[in-house]
T-cell receptor
């Protein structure tokens, strides 16, 4: 079975500084990888996804993530954070082949933005 | 883009009553929908997979008689929490997958259930 580890429960970053959120996955085959953002009391918004091809994927709101198979990682980055980026971020892995299985989520990383 | 609508967004019910939550795919057909549960400050845990026209598949530890799932059409799945208790209070989120090998999950906005 697949699993996702987000080692950082909380991260505090100054506004304008760069950001990297870590995600490691465990899955025996090629995974689908996702990053979602959740504001308090809200559903999830997809930031970006990796299915195949270029290992550096661009997402919305200036986020990007890099798939590194050798490290089983899919870290999320942003060069300059904004106060509106404060939220909960979830990394998730899905099964290649689409649709048949639900996603497995990491425990999330709470991002705090300092003025 | 694909939109998934979840209703209601919040509900308060008395202990012992049942609550129904709806999940609709508005602009696409979803043969498979998923129900997740999220406790405060925790991650989403998959509860069950809902397949149109067949019985839902429940994850280990999820009581199928307590969390009734019906997926009667390609655009609607419902989750009914039966005989709700305070420990069922949680944030419930559904997702639906559009067809295709590279399908991604589209999430509803979630339902905050409070059982008093």
């Amino acid at each position: 079975a697949q699993s996702v580890t987000q080692p950082d429960i909380h991260i505090t970053v100054s506004e304008g500084a760069s950001l990297e959120l870590r995600c490691n996955y465990s899955y025996g085959a090629t995974p689908y990888l996702f990053w979602y953002v959740q504001s308090p009391g809200q559903g999830l918004q997809l930031l970006l996804k990796y299915f195949s091809g270029d290992t550096l994927v661009q997402g919305i709101k200036g986020f990007e993530a890099e798939f590194k198979r050798s490290q089983s990682s899919f870290n999320l980055r942003k060069p300059s954070v904004h106060w509106s980026d404060a939220a909960e971020y979830f990394c998730a892995v899905g099964v290649l082949g689409g649709g048949a299985d639900g996603l497995t989520f990491g425990k999330g990383t709470h991002l705090i933005i300092q003025p | 883009g694909a939109v998934v609508s979840q209703h209601p967004s919040w509900v308060i019910c008395k202990s012992g009553t049942s609550v129904k939550i709806e999940c609709r795919s508005l602009d696409f057909q979803a043969t498979t929908m998923f129900w997740y549960r999220q406790f405060p400050k925790q991650s989403l845990m998959l509860m069950a997979t809902s397949n149109e026209g067949s019985k839902a598949t429940y994850e280990q530890g999820v009581e199928k008689d307590k969390f009734l799932i019906n997926h009667a059409s390609l655009t609607l799945s419902t989750l009914t929490v039966t005989s709700a208790h305070p420990e069922d209070s949680s944030f419930y989120i559904c997702s639906a997958n559009a067809a295709g090998l590279t399908s991604e999950a589209f999430f509803g906005q979630g339902t905050r259930l409070t059982v008093v």
